[in-house]
DNA sequence: CTACCGGAACTTTTT
DNA sequence: GTTCCGGTAG
C-alpha cells in the first residue's frame, strides 16, 4: 500500500529508471516522432513516461490526446502516468484527475468528441452505435429486402458482405478494387454489393445511427470541415499513438489533421508486430510516417527487458526472413536460458496432454497459472484444450473469441435500451421487436415505420391494434415499458435495466436454455449500469468495450484466484508470460489456410506468429499434432498429417530444441542437465524449495 | 405471416 | 456446430 508520505522527486530522477533510448524518446522536442518499438522494449513505460513528461512541464493533461489500441492497454497507461505523476508530487496517495488525458481508442475517442462538435457537422450528437453484430443484422435485412438471398447464385453472406464494406471505408479503395485483391470469389456479384452496400448507408443516416467504422470517418469529417476542424484541433497540444503499425488509412489521417505540422506527435509501434490488415491496418503507415510529416524523427528501442538470450535468438531468426523492416537489432542482458522447444505431439489429445502435463510442472516449480499462457491462431483451437481444463478443474481465463457482449441476451437488453435512446434505430428495433412471439420480420418492419412515421413517440404503438394475436401477452408488458423508458424524466440508469429485465425474463424463459445463468448476467448488468451518467455513455460503451464487459461480467474478480490464460494470438498482442505455450503450430493452422493466398499475407502471418513467440520471458513450447483428424462436422475417420509451420521450418529450426509431446522416454533426458540457467529460472527453482 | 423442419454450405484474426 | 435457405403447417 503506497500511503505512506515520501519527498517529491523530480523529473530527472523518476526518468533515472530509463535506458539512454527510451529516455531520449521521452524527453525528445517537439518535433514529429516516431518510436520504433521492438518487442519487449519497454514501449509503455516509454510512451507514460513521455505523457508523464508533457505534463511535469507544465502542459494540461486534458491537451494531451493518448489512442492506445485497446481499452486495457489504456487503463494500463493511465495507472503508469498516474504513478509517475504521483511520484512527481511526493504523495502515496491516489491523486486528484489523474486521468485527466483524453485516453482511449481511435473509436472511444472518436465517439467523445462527436458528441461533443457533431452537431457542428450536422450529426445528431445523441446518434447510437452499432457493434459488429449489429452491423451483420442490418446487412443481412437489406440483403434480404433486396431480394439477394435467393439460392441460385449463392450471395455472400452477411458476415462476408459487412468485411468487404469495412474494407473499402477503411482502406479507402473502391469495392472493384478491394474485390479483386480480397474476395475475388465474391466478384461477379459486384453491382449487388454497390447496392447493398449504398442502402446500407442509407439506413445508417435515416436512422441516426453509427457503425464503428462511421465513428472514425465522422471524426476525419470533422477535422476536414474547416470550422468544426479548427475547434477541435485547439483542444490538444500533444497527440500520441500507440501500436502505429495496425492502424488504417482513415487512423493515419485523423492523426494528420489533428497536428497539421507533426508538432507534438509521437507515434511507437513495431512494423513485425503489424497484424491487423485484415481489419485494413497498412504497415505502410509506419514505414512511410517519416514522410508523413517535415523534420520527422525516427528513435529506434532495441534492449529487450523481456526475453532470454536464447528465446530472443529464435525470434531474431523467426523475424528474419521477413521482406521490408525498419532497421532494428534487438538485444537482451538476460543471458542464457532454456532453449525454446518445438515439441511434436502425435495427435490433438497428446498436445492438449502435454500442455497441461507441462503447465502443472512449472506450476510446481513456482510459477502461477496467470504466468502461463497458451496462445492459439483461432478461437476454436483451444476447444478441446478447455473442455480437458474444465475435467480437471483447472482455471482457466481466455481472450479474444466470443465476448459476452455479444452473448444473444446481453445483445439482446442493449437493443432494448438502444431503442429507447433511438427509436430510428433500425438493427436494435428489428432485433427487439423479432423478440416478441409472434412477431417476425414482416411485422417488425411495418412496426418501425409507424414508430418513424409517428416521429419516434412510443406511444404510437400503444394506440396500435395488438400487432397478432400470439403478441398479445408480450405487447402488453412491452409497450408500457419502452412508454416508460422515454420519459421526460427519466428513472436512474440500474432501475431502466431493472424495467427491461422484468419485462424481457420470461421471453428470455421461453427462447433459451439455461436461462438461470443468463439472467444472472443481466442482473449483473444492472448493478454495472450504476457506474455509467447516462444510457448514452453506457451503450457506447458496450458497444465499444466488449472486453471490458466480458470482465466485468465475470463477477468481481477473487484475490488469490489463479488461472490458465488463454488467448488468440491477436489478442495477447502487448503482453507476457513467463512461459508460452503456442499450440496447433502446423502449415494449415499457422499460417491459416485462410491465409496463404498472397505474399502478404503469409508475411502477415509470420509477423503474427512472431508477435506470439516474443510474449515469452522464460519458456517458449511451440507445440504441433502430427495427425489431425479432419472435418469435425462430418464424422467420418479421415485423418490428415501436419507438418511444423513453415516459420520455423524454413530455416530456423536450429534455434529450437526437440520435444517430444508424449509421456514415455522423455522424463529423465528433459529434467535439468541443462547447463545455463536462467536468473528467472534459479529464482523459480528457490521458490520451489519451500512451496 | 410466423414457427418450425430438413438439407446444404460454411467455418480467421477484432475496434 | 452453426447459419442460411426453402418448404410447409397453422
Same mark, same amino acid.
Given at each position: ?57 507544465? !502542459? ?56 461533443? @462538435? ?34 441460385? *447464385? ?12 469495412? *474494407? ?46 462511421? !465513428? ?37 489521417? !485523423? ?62 531468426? %523467426? ?32 498436445? $492438449?496432454?502435454? %500442455? ?23 478461437? @476454436? ?61 414482416? $411485422? ?7 414508430? $418513424? ?86 451503450? +457506447? ?37 513467463? +512461459? ?58 479421415? @485423418? ?41 529460472? !534459479?529464482? $523459480? ?7
Amino acid at each position: 500500500m503506497e500511503t505512506a508520505q515520501r519527498a517529491p522527486e523530480t523529473i530527472g530522477t523518476v526518468l533515472a529508471d530509463l535506458n539512454s533510448a527510451q529516455y531520449a524518446a521521452v524527453t525528445h522536442d517537439d518535433a514529429p516522432l516516431l518510436i520504433v518499438a521492438g518487442a519487449g522494449t519497454g514501449k509503455t513505460t516509454t510512451l507514460a513516461s513521455r505523457v508523464a513528461w508533457h505534463i511535469s512541464n507544465g !502542459i494540461d493533461p486534458r491537451r494531451i490526446l493518448l489512442l492506445t489500441f485497446t481499452r486495457r492497454a489504456s487503463q494500463e497507461m493511465t495507472k503508469r502516468v498516474d504513478g509517475i505523476l504521483r511520484r512527481l508530487r511526493g504523495d502515496g496517495a491516489r491523486g486528484p484527475g489523474g486521468s485527466a488525458v483524453w485516453g482511449g481508442t481511435f473509436h472511444a475517442m472518436g465517439t467523445r468528441l462527436l458528441r461533443l @462538435h457533431g452537431a457542428s457537422i450536422q450529426l445528431d450528437p445523441g446518434f447510437t452505435i452499432m457493434d459488429r453484430g449489429d452491423s451483420e443484422d442490418l446487412m443481412g435485412v437489406i440483403r434480404s429486402q433486396l431480394g439477394l438471398a435467393r439460392t441460385d *447464385r449463392r450471395f455472400p453472406q452477411k458476415g462476408t458482405c459487412m468485411d468487404i464494406y469495412s *474494407r473499402c471505408v477503411n482502406s479507402q479503395h473502391p469495392i472493384g478494387d478491394v474485390l479483386r485483391s480480397s474476395f475475388p470469389w465474391c466478384l461477379e456479384h459486384e453491382d449487388d454489393l454497390k447496392r447493398l452496400c449504398a442502402d446500407y448507408v442509407e439506413r445508417k443516416i435515416e436512422t441516426g445511427v453509427l457503425d464503428y467504422d462511421d !465513428i472514425l470517418l465522422y471524426w476525419l469529417g470533422l477535422l476536414e470541415d474547416p470550422a468544426a476542424g479548427a475547434e477541435v484541433r485547439k483542444r490538444f497540444d500533444y497527440v500520441l499513438v500507440d501500436e502505429f503499425q495496425d492502424t488504417n488509412a482513415l487512423q493515419a489521417r !485523423i492523426v494528420q489533421l489533428l497536428r497539421p505540422d507533426g508538432r507534438g506527435v509521437t507515434v511507437v509501434g513495431d512494423d513485425a508486430q503489424s497484424i491487423y490488415s485484415f481489419r485494413a491496418a497498412d504497415v505502410r503507415n509506419i514505414l512511410d510516417f517519416p514522410t508523413l510529416f517535415d523534420g520527422v524523427d525516427v528513435l529506434p528501442l532495441e534492449q529487450n527487458y523481456r526475453s532470454t538470450q536464447q528465446i530472443l535468438d529464435a525470434t531474431n531468426r %523467426v523475424i528474419a526472413g521477413a521482406s521490408e523492416r525498419l532497421e532494428k537489432n534487438l538485444w537482451t542482458a538476460r543471458e542464457g536460458g532454456e532453449l525454446p522447444a518445438v515439441v511434436s505431439c502425435h495427435d490433438e489429445d497428446e498436445q $492438449t496432454d502435454f %500442455v497441461i502435463r507441462r503447465v502443472l510442472e512449472l506450476r510446481e516449480t513456482g510459477l502461477q497459472l496467470k504466468q502461463q499462457a497458451v496462445l492459439f491462431r483461432a478461437t @476454436h483451437h483451444s476447444l478441446p484444450l478447455e473442455l480437458e481444463l474444465q475435467r480437471r478443474n483447472i482455471p482457466y481465463k481466455k481472450y479474444g473469441g466470443l465476448k459476452f457482449t455479444e452473448t444473444a441476451h446481453v445483445k439482446d437488453l442493449g437493443a432494448i435500451l438502444r431503442l429507447a435512446e433511438n427509436p430510428r434505430d433500425l438493427s436494435a428495433g428489428l432485433r427487439v421487436l423479432t423478440l416478441l412471439p409472434g412477431v417476425g420480420p414482416a $411485422t417488425a418492419q411495418r412496426l418501425m415505420e409507424a414508430l $418513424t412515421e409517428g416521429g419516434g413517440d412510443f406511444l404510437t404503438w400503444a394506440d396500435l391494434p395488438t400487432p397478432t394475436p400470439a403478441a398479445k401477452f408480450a405487447w402488453a408488458s412491452f409497450v408500457p415499458l419502452m412508454i416508460d423508458l422515454t420519459r421526460p424524466d427519466p428513472m436512474d440508469l440500474s432501475a431502466q435495466v431493472h424495467a427491461v429485465r422484468e419485462m424481457y425474463a420470461p421471453l428470455l424463459e421461453r427462447r433459451y436454455d439455461n436461462a438461470t445463468a443468463r439472467l444472472r448476467d443481466l442482473e449483473q448488468i444492472e448493478r454495472l449500469a450504476a457506474r455509467f451518467d447516462d444510457r448514452l455513455t453506457m451503450l +457506447a460503451d458496450m458497444a465499444l468495450d466488449p472486453p471490458a464487459w466480458a470482465e466485468d461480467l465475470a463477477g468481481p474478480p477473487v484475490l488469490d484466484e489463479d488461472f490458465l490464460i488463454l488467448s488468440t494470438m491477436h489478442s495477447a498482442k502487448g503482453l507476457e508470460w513467463d +512461459a508460452v505455450y503456442l499450440i496447433h503450430a502446423a502449415d494449415g493452422n499457422m499460417p491459416s489456410d485462410m491465409a496463404t493466398g498472397s505474399v502478404e499475407e503469409i508475411e502477415e502471418e509470420r509477423r503474427l506468429f512472431y508477435v506470439g513467440c516474443t510474449r515469452a520471458k522464460d519458456w517458449l513450447y511451440v507445440c504441433f499434432p502430427l495427425r489431425y483428424y479432419k472435418s469435425p462436422w462430418n464424422h467420418t475417420d479421415a @485423418h490428415g498429417y501436419a507438418q511444423l509451420t513453415r516459420f520455423i521450418a524454413d530455416g530456423c529450426r536450429d534455434a529450437f530444441r526437440e520435444e517430444a509431446g508424449g509421456v514415455r522416454g522423455e522424463r529423465d533426458t528433459d529434467e535439468p542437465a541443462d547447463p545455463a540457467v536462467s536468473g528467472a529460472a !534459479i529464482k $523459480t527453482r528457490l521458490r520451489a524449495m519451500w512451496a
